[in-house]
């Protein structure tokens, strides 16, 4: 639930991009999760659109949403740390893969083999 406070210093658009991103952060809202169009957020809300959108667009600089264009914005993988420190580690792996020549699918096995190891945690 986004709650704006007229009587506060702190700018609407800034309360809604702190709340969005504290409820990304905290998985409130979920990895691939669809937001609400600005449009409609902004009538829900009682906030001019251009307020909405800089919410938006403020987050999607983070990496925390993505605007897939006319299908809608959404919770980005990115805004997930574990999934993205994850992504990072996939990629320098498969660039290290990739630069010692090693054949892709002895490349998973010692993926697999490493994380069955007990002390993986």
Same mark, same amino acid.
């Given at each position: 639930?986004?709650?704006i406070d007229a009587a506060s210093p702190t700018p609407p658009y800034e309360q809604?991009?702190?709340q969005?991103?504290?409820?990304i952060q905290d998985r409130s809202l979920a990895v =691939?999760? *669809?937001l609400p169009t600005i449009r409609r957020l902004a009538a829900d809300l009682g906030l001019?659109?251009?307020t909405?959108?800089?919410a938006y667009r403020e987050l999607e600089e983070a990496g925390l949403i993505e605007t897939r264009g006319r299908a809608g914005s959404y919770?980005?993988?990115? =805004?997930? *740390?574990?999934l993205e420190q994850a992504r990072r580690a996939a990629l320098d792996y498969a660039t290290v893969i990739a630069r010692i020549g090693m054949d892709p699918t002895e490349a998973v096995r010692i993926v697999e083999a490493a994380l069955a190891r007990p002390s993986v945690p």
């Amino acid at each position: 639930m986004i709650v704006i406070d007229a009587a506060s210093p702190t700018p609407p658009y800034e309360q809604l991009r702190a709340q969005l991103a504290r409820q990304i952060q905290d998985r409130s809202l979920a990895v =691939g999760t *669809r937001l609400p169009t600005i449009r409609r957020l902004a009538a829900d809300l009682g906030l001019a659109v251009n307020t909405v959108g800089r919410a938006y667009r403020e987050l999607e600089e983070a990496g925390l949403i993505e605007t897939r264009g006319r299908a809608g914005s959404y919770v980005s993988a990115a =805004g997930d *740390r574990t999934l993205e420190q994850a992504r990072r580690a996939a990629l320098d792996y498969a660039t290290v893969i990739a630069r010692i020549g090693m054949d892709p699918t002895e490349a998973v096995r010692i993926v697999e083999a490493a994380l069955a190891r007990p002390s993986v945690p």
